[in-house]
């Protein structure tokens, strides 16, 4: 695989602090050195599948939504949308919104476009959904718009805490 990426071991650790400090309790330590860096920003998932040379669908998004004013993160893989309506009827809750920027800082302690599935600042219901298991690898964000890690989706899902569910829009 060629990519304009460099290596973490090359320039210690790339990762958010916070993410590095999540991958060192979790017991994670030699991820360490395959996140890697890229000099643009992979905020998007097309930006991050591009630099990396992956599918799209091999990305996974970390995204919070409201959940009756609760946050909660939702996994989904790059080339999908989330179906608010069908997150609200997992979790059983009257209204599912977007997070604001704001609320996804203070949630996660990220900004959003490097969210990573966890490390967060607070602890929240995370939703997975099911396509990410499509891939024996998948490609996160490592806490900034500029690195991400590869993982087995299912190992992913199990440090984030997620449950498993079909919350992806389909297409008519």
Do not use: N
């Not at 395959?34 to 630099?51: K, Y």
């Not at 989904?76 to 997150?87: I, K, N």
């Amino acid at each position: 695989m060629t990519t304009a990426a460099t290596d973490a071991k090359d320039e210690g650790c790339a990762a958010h602090p916070r993410f590095a400090e999540a991958l060192h309790e979790l017991g994670l330590d030699d991820l360490t050195a395959r996140i890697r860096r890229f000099p643009d920003a992979t905020r998007t998932a097309a930006e991050a599948a591009a630099a990396i040379g992956c599918e799209l669908s091999q990305i996974c998004k970390s995204l919070i939504f409201a959940a009756d004013g609760e946050p909660v993160l939702v996994l989904m893989d790059g080339a999908s949308r989330v179906d608010v309506e069908l997150v609200r009827e997992e979790l059983g809750v009257q209204q599912v919104t977007r997070a604001k920027a704001d609320v996804v800082r203070e949630t996660t302690g990220y900004a959003i476009g490097g969210v990573p599935p966890f490390g967060h600042r607070t602890r929240t219901r995370v939703l997975a959904d099911r396509s990410l298991l499509e891939h024996d690898v998948v490609w996160a964000a490592a806490g900034t718009p500029h690195t991400v890690f590869p993982m087995a989706p299912e190992a992913l899902v199990a440090h984030a805490g997620g449950t498993l569910v079909d919350v992806r829009e389909r297409t008519s």
